[in-house]
């Protein structure tokens, strides 16, 4: 069975830490990997990572794949209150009858 | 450019009764996919519609059926509620061939009693 594992499920830090997200899966046809922030309702598009060890960034996040272990990262560097979300990680597939499987996601939140 | 809107934002049914949910897609895209997000849990994909069709469909039963319209937009219909039902439906529309690129409703939360 297709599977997305993320972890942490929850994390609490300061402002000014650093924080690594993990993304596992076990899915077949695999296309790409998808990085989402949830604030409130909908999930907005942070990166999609398609080719092993090229990392993607913007800004204060980035966010890298290892296509041969079957995982991503995600990085936040000098997290701000305003990073307090959940990050969603999906694996969207070639082909089956579920093309964006997602994860639980990773409750992060952010104190002053 | 409106993105991809849904109605109604929140809705309280009781077991057994049926709902209609509705979703507009953003402007120029042809498909509309629907996820059920249970408290706490991702994402879980229900049903894609292309030119009218249901083209793919996840392990949800048959009392979730959905419907796309000429203008793209969709309808997601459940129906004799479960309380297990209670979750925020999200709509996501992008192009057939772009699916990487999906942009996602603010949701509706339904809540069944």
Do not use: M
């Given at each position: 069975e297709d599977k997305v594992v993320?972890?942490?499920?929850?994390?609490?830090v300061h402002e000014g830490d650093t924080v690594t997200l993990n993304c596992s899966?076990?899915?077949?046809?695999?296309r790409s990997l998808l990085w989402y922030k949830q604030e409130k309702k909908a999930p907005t598009f942070l990166f999609m990572l398609t080719s092993s060890g090229i990392e993607k960034k913007s800004g204060r996040l980035s966010s890298?794949?290892?296509?041969?272990?079957?995982?991503?990262?995600?990085?936040?560097?000098?997290?701000?209150?305003?990073d307090s979300a959940v990050y969603l990680c999906a694996v969207l597939r070639?082909?089956?009858?579920?093309?964006?499987?997602?994860?639980?996601?990773?409750?992060?939140?952010?104190?002053? | 450019?409106?993105?991809?809107?849904?109605?109604?934002?929140?809705?309280?049914?009781?077991?057994?009764?049926?709902?209609?949910?509705?979703c507009s897609p953003k402007s120029g895209h042809d498909t509309v996919s629907w996820y059920q997000q249970a408290l706490g849990?991702?994402?879980?994909?229900?049903?894609?519609?292309?030119?009218?069709?249901?083209r793919q469909r996840g392990n949800f039963p048959d009392r979730?059926?959905?419907?796309?319209?000429?203008?793209?937009?969709?309808?997601?219909?459940?129906?004799?509620?479960l309380l297990g039902d209670s979750a925020l439906y999200l709509c996501a529309s992008s192009l057939l061939y772009d699916q990487e690129?999906?942009?996602?409703?603010?949701?509706?939360r339904l809540l069944v009693l």
């Open positions: 993320q972890s942490p499920l929850s994390l609490v899966y076990e899915v077949t046809n695999f890298i794949l290892d296509k041969k272990e079957l995982f991503s990262i995600l990085n936040i560097t000098a997290t701000q209150t305003g070639v082909s089956g009858n579920t093309p964006l499987v997602f994860g639980k996601g990773t409750r992060l939140s952010v104190i002053a | 450019d409106a993105g991809v809107t849904q109605s109604p934002t929140h809705l309280i049914k009781t077991r057994g009764q049926q709902v209609t949910l509705r849990q991702g994402p879980q994909f229900i049903f894609q519609y292309y030119e009218e069709e249901e979730f059926s959905g419907h796309q319209f000429p203008n793209y937009s969709s309808e997601l219909n459940v129906n004799a509620l690129t999906q942009y996602f409703g603010p949701g509706t």
